[in-house]
């Protein structure tokens, strides 16, 4: 069996699902929208196609669900689907169970009054708070000192909660190359994003590279939430001065914050985004073969598309798929744009002994980057 990688069109929002050969299952955020209940909306109804996957292979739970920020975007209906603990009006009624919940630590310590958070990331933070304290189900990422004092608020102490907590530039207990396939090496969130940083979501967010292993060779896989130019390039730089650079070099580039120019520069361009010069380092490090995978809402090149403010920003497109010709790439795919714009499907990734491909309805469908067919990554 191979691994899989599924990343659903949800909108200008993040859903994705890595299944392993053995049958874990790790879901990375979760939007669901009431409008895609409708069949005539071009979102996937989220709620229904991962409950269909789950009875399909006799399941109620997933392993891993990490939500990489507290953004609407990545939690909507969330807190009517899953099955929490803290409280009892969120358990049974068919909900779906989590083994190990993963949040940045920022999901933890944000202290923003309830009336100026949505409601359901208050709910997360409670839940997440509850599973800290009972020290199982959850694994946060980083330990700022504002952790350490919330803690010893709780009569706690960070020595007794340290084996649930990964900092940045460090491999996640719960998974083994050797015996899962896979391994998460966590990039980010660093300790002075939290601790001496104003912005606890987007410059807070889990991003990982995610390599797997199939017949001795490596494929990885950068998972990368919503952040910017700025700590894209803190990621590059810490990874250099560690000799970790392995750790930046990507078979699939999950674009950061729905094709934003912002996670290449402060500045937009007219045509084309002009990357800073350590995100450009990042860019170039992607292998022959490779994909690039923008979670928004299709990308066109209109003079409107040029002058709106939200993304998808079509300047950003034209950045990234101009490195991705330059590293000998396969193709850039939005997710409600793949195979159509009117019934957007799942894209699906499987990687086994022969490298990564795209399922095979999607590939004749999708754009093509390279004029010949690219060779298996790896």
């Known amino acids: 069996m191979p691994h899989r990688i599924i990343f659903y069109p949800v909108g200008n929002g993040d859903s994705s699902q890595i299944v392993l050969d053995n049958g874990k299952r790790i879901l990375f955020d979760f939007r669901h929208t009431k409008k895609s209940e409708d069949e005539s909306n071009p979102e996937i109804d989220l709620a229904a196609q991962l409950r269909k996957e789950l009875e399909n292979v ?3 739970y997933f392993d891993v669900v990490a939500f990489t920020h507290g953004d609407s975007d990545h939690i909507e209906n969330s807190t009517e689907f899953f099955e929490l603990l803290h409280a009892k009006k969120y358990q049974g009624d068919g909900r779906i ?15 923003a009054t309830n009336k100026e958070q949505s409601s359901e990331f ?8 509850y599973r800290l304290k009972e020290g199982k189900g959850i694994r946060v990422f980083s330990k700022p000192d504002k952790l350490k004092n919330w803690l010893e608020k709780n009569d706690l102490t960070l020595d007794s909660r340290r084996h649930l907590i990964t900092d940045a530039g460090c491999l996640v207990d719960e998974f083994n190359i050797n015996s899962d396939g896979v391994e998460f090496f966590c990039h980010s969130p660093f300790i002075k994003h939290v601790d001496e940083g104003e912005d606890l979501r987007n410059s807070a967010a889990l991003i990982f590279n995610v390599r ?5 060779s490596n494929y990885d896989y950068l998972a990368v939430g919503d952040t ?8 590059v730089q810490a990874t250099k001065n560690h000799n970790n650079m392995d750790r930046l070099a990507w078979d699939i580039y999950n674009i950061p914050h729905h094709c934003s120019y912002l996670a290449l520069s402060d500045e937009k ?7 800073k010069p350590l995100v450009k380092e990042l860019l170039e490090n992607g292998k022959e073969g490779a994909y690039m995978i923008s979670s928004s809402r299709p990308i066109k090149d209109t003079q409107e598309a040029r002058e709106q403010q939200q ?6 497109k034209n950045c990234y798929v101009r490195y991705l010709k330059n590293v000998g790439g396969a193709k850039f795919l939005a997710t409600m744009e793949t195979p159509n714009t009117t019934k957007p499907e799942p894209i699906e990734f499987k990687i086994d002994g022969c490298g990564i491909s795209l399922d095979k309805k999607l590939m004749s ?4 980057i390279t004029s010949s067919r690219a060779p298996r990554a790896g």
């Open 122 to 129: 208050v709910i997360w933070r409670e839940e997440a708070k």
């Open 212 to 216: 797997f292993q199939q017949s001795g």
């Open 269 to 275: 361009g007219e045509i084309e985004t002009t990357p």
């Open 365 to 368: 469908a999708a754009t093509v």
């Open 311 to 316: 993304p998808p920003h079509i300047q950003a």
């Open 58 to 60: 006799d399941r109620d």
């Open 97 to 111: 169970k989590i083994n190990t919940l993963w949040v940045p630590a920022a999901m933890i310590l944000e202290c």
């Open 228 to 235: 910017e130019w700025l700590v894209l390039e803190d990621i």
